[in-house]
């Protein structure tokens, strides 16, 4: 990444995109993942150590970034994919990896998918700024093509919309509502303050235990889950029973967004 920035920094003109997926934190969680000169840093053990390489790996990306000069000309984001596994989460040195937000990486749950999201654009976001925005991970195609002025085609980009206002500290929405999935299929659509978690009354994870952790797949037609995330952001008291109206309207988006192929 360091070379490649170095490179294109040759050429003033033209812009680049760096997408940099990084192995740090991800299992296996061990000693050798980690360079000599990290290791204990953290005092949290091997998984600990590799979120203090990953610290490291983002300040020698900004280090290149000052050394070329386009530090204060680049838009930086740094996030993550999804929440921590079940039994590599720290616990053992006191650390919760997914915060407070139930569950892990997988689940259908919030500590599955909510994760953070850090951006650094020197004259545009605004620093030590606050976004409360409703974004995820696919509005990254839109918000791209957004910030080069270029239109996407009607078969690319179907649930991505562009959060390029909200970096710009806008307070209009990004998008209305957002689809998550489990890894065993589980649907679930946030729209306002409630969630609702489609034909599925557990975590919707792999089910392999861990951590206590068992879910299944999806069953048609079964009792679901239905969350008010602006009181009960942790998922604590489903109220699916208690608010039909609620769990039939945004069943029907699903089915619909699932129809039309399209979320936007």
Not at 125 to 137: E, K, Q
Not at 157 to 166: H, K, M, V
Request: hydrophobic share 35%; net charge negative; glycine share 12%.
């Amino acid at each position: 990444a360091v070379a490649y920035i170095e490179e294109r920094a040759q050429d003033e003109d033209t812009p680049f995109f760096l997408y940099l997926a990084a192995s740090a934190p991800h299992e296996p969680c061990t000693v050798a993942c980690v360079p000599e000169f990290l290791r204990g840093a953290s005092e949290a053990g091997p998984r600990g150590d590799m979120v203090a390489l990953f610290d490291w790996m983002v300040g020698q990306v900004m280090d290149a970034l000052d050394r070329c000069g386009l530090v204060d000309d680049t838009l930086v984001i740094v996030t993550s994919d999804n929440g921590a596994l079940p039994g590599c989460n720290g616990r053992t040195y006191g650390h919760k990896s997914c915060g407070d937000w139930r569950g892990f990486k997988g689940f259908i749950w919030e500590g599955g998918h909510r994760e953070p999201f850090i951006a650094r654009w020197p004259g545009v976001v605004a620093p030590n700024s606050v976004c409360d925005a409703l974004v995820g991970l696919q509005d990254f195609m839109a918000t791209v093509a957004d910030i080069v002025g270029e239109t996407l085609p009607q078969d690319a980009g179907e649930d991505s919309a562009s959060f390029l206002p909200a970096l710009m500290g806008e307070n209009e929405p990004v998008r209305d509502d957002l689809i998550h999935h489990s890894c065993m299929g589980v649907f679930s659509i946030r729209r306002g303050d409630w969630k609702l978690i489609v034909d599925c009354d557990n975590s919707g994870d792999m089910g392999r235990g861990v951590d206590g952790c068992v879910g299944t797949e999806p069953v048609p037609g079964s009792r679901g889950q239905l969350y008010h995330m602006g009181d009960d952001p942790f998922e604590s008291y489903n109220q699916f029973n208690r608010e039909p109206g609620i769990v039939r309207e945004f069943r029907e988006m699903v089915e619909r967004y699932i129809a039309d192929g399209r979320s936007v």
